[in-house]
């Protein structure tokens, strides 16, 4: 599984498949309006975009990280694979 979204929380690569340790993916979407664009390596996340098409407030997890914040209709954020904002 690649993401698990719930009304409050999105979680990045909550259990990720053996056969698929590193990849990319786009366009994946999420509750609360989001869109999603990720990569991960040898298991663990390296860069993730997160667009928010609706303006909701984001909340995200990775690997007993959180990062939290108000967003605007459009707006985009890069993080790192430490959920570190670009």
Known sequence: MLIQSHLAEIE??????DGIPSGKIKGIRA???F???FEW???KLTNLKVTSVSGM??????????F??????????NF???LNRL
């Open 80 to 82: 790192d694979g430490q």
């Open 35 to 37: 869109e999603l664009d």
């Open 12 to 17: 990045i690569l909550p259990a990720l498949p």
């Open 41 to 43: 390596n040898e298991g």
């Open 57 to 66: 407030p984001l909340s995200l997890s990775y690997n007993g990280l959180k």
């Open 31 to 33: 509750r609360g309006g």
């Open 68 to 77: 939290s914040s108000e967003t605007g209709k459009g707006e985009v954020m």
